[in-house]
């Protein structure tokens, strides 16, 4: 395939890297398929448990160099990467279409988001800022810095293959930190294109061990990376259930975890909203990468005044959106993941079918080859506890409602707290909204929907979402360690909080 040569990818792959180096013990194979056609892309040669180790061990080698290389020289290695990417955005934007099933637009977005976070990144290297705190002790100087934290494990899910990591890697990079990376073993062919890039960059600066790959399948291999203490910093993205287990695994060896975890996201509609706003959001929201979004609109909370006239809207869109092959620029939906993705779907519409709600469109799976279902618009009475779990797919469950004050709490009364959002053009609804009585969640939108943040604020969640942060703000300091320093430069020894511990004179001193 055309796409894999120009990126120096072939139809067999490794599937571990210790930075530059490629590790291969005899792992087992893994194929990566084309989830809108089943066809066999290429296959990898997962990373064994003792190329794990081998990794392992340059990474923390690489750390030890990386850590003194000041960080806007570290800045400037990321800024390199970024130019590697934009060079290689239409390859790479084409191969998350083939590998994940993402329409091409939204893979050229993913690779335009890593370029983002790169420059991001670039701009964040000068300003790892600490500070000066005032002494309560005369000629004393108090201050807070910060150091890097050491080789950090990044466990990325299908559904943004490339993106992800760079929100933590490069971050963690500029930090001063190393990365080691097991993508989800659906999506292998994006993270091993991602890491002969950097490879590319990183070995043309001299700086080894800075980016490391562990593709594989096998949980054993992935158990050690979570609970390897030489890795002070675990990042996760994926399903609560796992993110639960991780969160244990890594409490139990008191390390770091930062979690991005199952989202369950509601639009509120209310009686002011404009739809030529709220239409075209629901549905990029709902059936946007087929659902497959944590971000992804799941659940709409309307206003009953406008419960008619936004429906029939509704119906008329979905009834236009083409479903196909994602490298098609006129297609707007793509497949899910694989057939399991399927078999969710059809639980979710046999569990629809047996309750009172009523589904207005959709519902079904698609003939043919590839994994394709109708997105599907479904009119819920009550907030079940089928609406309450999270179905990775196109589903969109319609609720009404009378107060926004009922409305906020229906958004509020799901176990997830990841992204919000309220159409609106009423000011005290908004307030509300926003306000400590409003939305609980992570993420707070007016007037545009739930799915797609832009780099520069901190992403992520409340409840079982996991609490975790990344992207923006403040959150490199996920990625470091603070430490207090207090400098004396007086001639006497005064203690804090006023003690005196004056020790007695010996004997016979003058």
């Not at 236009?320 to 057939?339: E, K, R, T, Y």
Request: charged content about 20%.
């Amino acid at each position: 395939m055309d796409v894999l040569s120009k990126l120096g990818l072939g139809m067999t792959n490794s599937g571990g890297f210790g930075g530059f180096s490629w590790q291969s013990s005899g792992g087992e194979i893994l194929t990566s398929k084309n989830p809108a056609t089943e066809k066999e892309i290429a296959v990898i040669e997962m990373a064994s448990r003792n190329d794990y180790e081998e990794i392992t061990k340059i990474a923390h080698q690489g750390f030890l160099k990386w850590r003194e290389v000041p960080a806007p020289v570290r800045g400037e290695c990321i800024r390199l990467i970024a130019q590697e990417l934009r060079a290689h955005k239409d390859l790479l934007g084409t191969l998350v279409s083939i590998e994940s099933g993402k329409i091409k637009p939204e893979g050229d977005g993913e690779v335009q988001e890593m370029i983002d976070m790169a420059d991001f990144a670039v701009g964040l290297s000068r300003m790892l800022y600490g500070k000066i705190i005032p002494s309560e002790r005369k000629h004393h100087r108090m201050l807070e810095q910060w150091h890097p934290l050491g080789p950090v494990g990044v466990i990325t899910a299908f559904n943004f293959p490339m993106a992800v990591w760079a929100w933590n890697a490069f971050i963690a990079a500029i930090c001063g930190d190393t990365v080691i990376w097991k993508p989800s073993h659906k999506v292998p062919l994006c993270a091993i294109a991602v890491q002969l890039l950097c490879n590319k960059v990183m070995k043309s600066l001299g700086h080894d061990g800075v980016f490391s790959l562990v593709v594989t399948h096998d949980t054993a291999t992935a158990e050690a990376l979570v609970a390897d203490e030489r890795l002070p910093l675990i990042s996760f993205t994926g399903s609560t259930r796992v993110g639960r287990n991780i969160a244990g695994m890594v409490s139990q060896r008191l390390g770091r975890y930062l979690l991005e975890l199952s989202g369950n996201n509601a639009v509120i509609i209310d009686e002011t909203a404009d739809l030529d706003l709220a239409i075209p959001a629901v549905v990029f929201g709902a059936v946007g990468t087929a659902g497959q979004r944590c971000t992804s609109t799941r659940r709409l909370i309307v206003h009953r005044s406008r419960y008619d006239q936004l429906v029939t809207q509704l119906v008329a869109a979905y009834k236009q959106i083409p479903i196909g092959n994602p490298l098609d620029p006129h297609i707007l939906m793509g497949p899910l993941i694989d057939d399991l993705a399927v078999q969710a779907y059809q639980r979710a519409i046999e569990e629809i079918k047996g309750t009172s709600g009523e589904i207005l469109f959709g519902g079904s799976v698609l003939d043919g080859p590839g994994h394709f279902v109708e997105p599907t618009l479904v009119y819920a009475q009550e907030q079940s506890e089928l609406i309450r779990r999270e179905t990775f797919a196109p589903i969109l469950y319609i609720l009404t409602f009378d107060s926004i004050e009922e409305a906020i709490s229906l958004q509020n009364d799901v176990k997830q707290g990841l992204s919000s959002a309220l159409f609106t053009q009423n000011l005290r609804h908004e307030e509300l909204f926003l306000s400590v009585l409003g939305s609980d969640c992570g993420l707070a939108n007016v007037n545009m929907g739930t799915s797609g943040a832009e780099i520069g604020g901190a992403f992520g969640g409340e409840k079982e979402t996991g609490g975790g942060r990344e992207a923006g703000s403040d959150v490199w300091k996920y990625y470091m360690r603070r430490q207090t320093c207090t400098i004396n430069w007086s001639n006497e020894l005064p203690l804090a909080q006023g003690i005196n511990f004056t020790l007695p004179k010996k004997e016979g001193a003058m």
